[in-house]
């Protein structure tokens, strides 16, 4: 009989490694998809899953990490590695209807590559608390990121996105903010961690005040915006091209 889906995860050294043990299958996959996306949420500099004990019930399962790694090339960013899967799983995976995600042997040889090729990423990461200045806080802490970073031209958009999604948070959630910005690649992320549990709602634009449409605004202005559930709340992201 095979062993029911299990994982733990551990952080350590800025890298999140999730041990997946047993049978995935369609039940199971749903379950590991929140729990790494949780993990996502943290901005971890690389999610590892070590597959080492993990069973297939069905290939179509492994779809899980397509969709996790579509997610995280649109925010945080975080390089998705799938290490010690058995020979079946790394040649699916090495398949392009999965996207091609990076396989490795072991753990500890993902843990190298991801070091051999990691670079400084540019970021700003401050707490805020929820109150009246929070919205222009983040503002001027955009304003001087963009000038040190020569991105003078997302000044004005990278504010507007900022300003709403840290006052939605104060309005919504009133819990303490964690605010970060970050430059990676052809891109400005734009992150605010609240303590507030849900979806954040997008207002129709019928019949509200200017108040009431922030996510609308930010959906105007952000290449790609959205949200996902953290361990204490959840994380409403945006991402600009510079």
Aim: hydrophobic share 45%; with cysteine.
């Amino acid at each position: 009989m095979a062993t029911p889906l299990g994982w733990t995860v551990d952080e350590k050294g800025g890298l999140t490694v999730v041990a997946v043990r047993g049978l995935l299958d369609l039940r199971g996959a749903a379950g590991l998809r929140t729990a790494l996306l949780k993990c996502l949420a943290e901005q971890p500099d690389a999610l590892l899953v070590d597959a080492a004990g993990m069973e297939l019930a069905d290939d179509t399962v492994l779809t899980v990490f397509t969709a996790i790694a579509r997610q995280s090339a649109l925010w945080p960013g975080t390089p998705l590695l799938v290490c010690a899967p058995s020979p079946r799983v790394a040649a699916l995976l090495a398949r392009r209807r999965y996207g091609g995600i990076p396989v490795h042997v072991s753990v500890e040889e993902g843990r190298r590559a991801v070091a051999d090729g990691q670079a400084t990423v540019p970021s700003i990461t401050d707490r805020i608390l929820p109150i009246a200045g929070a919205a222009r806080h983040a503002r001027n802490l955009v304003t001087e990121a963009c000038l040190v970073w020569d991105l003078p031209d997302l000044v004005g958009p990278a504010c507007l996105v900022a300003s709403e999604l840290v006052s939605n948070a104060v309005e919504h959630a009133g819990t303490m903010l964690t605010f970060q910005l970050a430059h990676r690649s052809r891109y400005l992320h734009l992150a605010v961690r609240d303590g507030g549990p849900g979806e954040p709602v997008v207002r129709a634009p019928h019949g509200v005040s200017e108040r009431g449409r922030g996510l609308l605004l930010v959906g105007s202005v952000a290449t790609h915006w959205g949200w996902l559930p953290s361990r204490e709340g959840k994380v409403v992201w945006a991402t600009l091209r510079s």
